[in-house]
């Protein structure tokens, strides 16, 4: 079975350009995830997905950042300008069903993003 | 925010020996689960545990949990070099608004 897929693994680009993230959740996962990990820490939680519906997207810096999962399957994350303190690596995560008590996730292996 | 706080930071072994790694929360739970990270890939789930249980096992993982001193311990026995990872502690509230909170992570070095 096909884990989670996400692409480019990584990107560089210059401040105040536009950068977008794609993932592909496991098949049959109805909930996704994006998660912020910067050096040294734990993944943040950005967005969450059930289906195509976004239930918290409360730690989205929405000036800048927005989401979008089309059918409920793909999501992309993009950042437009992206600024210096955007790098970082930006997991993508999918679960069965994100409102289980007992929720594992299985992460995708991220997006290095360096922001120059 | 994060509310799992791993200790300690980093944890450097001999491969055979045993690993302790601890984790500390804030705020009630659901469950509490670890995850592990290798160098440069994503997080693989290793064990969840309930907040009504107490103590659990996977291979050569113990993992326990005290809701009353919030903390959870995650024990690695005989390590090999191959667990050489950052370990990471996650909580989980649950509900309707489940999501996980992750603490930093531990740095586990395991000498051959």
């Known amino acids: 079975e096909a884990g989670v897929v996400q692409s480019p693994r990584y990107k560089i680009i210059e401040k105040k350009q536009p950068v977008a993230f794609w993932c592909n959740p496991i098949s049959g996962h109805n909930t996704l995830y994006w998660y912020r990990q910067n050096l040294g820490q734990g993944p943040e939680l950005l967005i969450r997905y059930e289906n195509e519906e976004a239930v918290d997207d409360s730690q989205l810096p929405k000036d800048r950042f927005s989401a979008e999962r089309l059918k409920g399957v793909d999501s992309t994350l993009k950042i437009q300008p992206a600024e210096l303190g955007d790098s970082a690596v930006y997991l993508c995560?999918?679960?069965?069903?994100?409102?289980?008590?007992?929720?594992?996730?299985?992460f995708g292996p991220g997006t290095r993003l360096t922001v120059l | 925010s994060q509310q799992g706080e791993e200790d300690p930071q980093a944890l450097s072994i001999q491969e055979g020996e045993n690993a302790t790694m601890n984790c500390s929360y804030k705020t009630s739970i659901n469950n509490l689960q670890w995850y592990r990270q290798n160098s440069g890939r994503g997080l693989v789930h290793l064990i969840l545990?309930?907040?009504?249980?107490r103590e659990k096992h996977s291979g050569r993982l113990r993992v326990t949990l005290d809701t009353s001193k919030k903390s959870s311990s995650l024990l690695i026995t005989a390590s090999r070099a191959a667990d050489t990872a950052s370990y990471f502690c996650?909580?989980?509230?649950?509900?309707?608004?489940?999501?996980?909170?992750f603490g930093k992570g531990i740095t586990l070095s395991v000498r051959p």
């Open positions: 996650a909580t989980d509230a649950g509900g309707a608004n489940s999501k996980l909170t």
């Open positions: 545990i309930r907040s009504n249980e």
């Open positions: 995560a999918s679960s069965l069903e994100g409102t289980s008590a007992y929720n594992e996730q299985f």
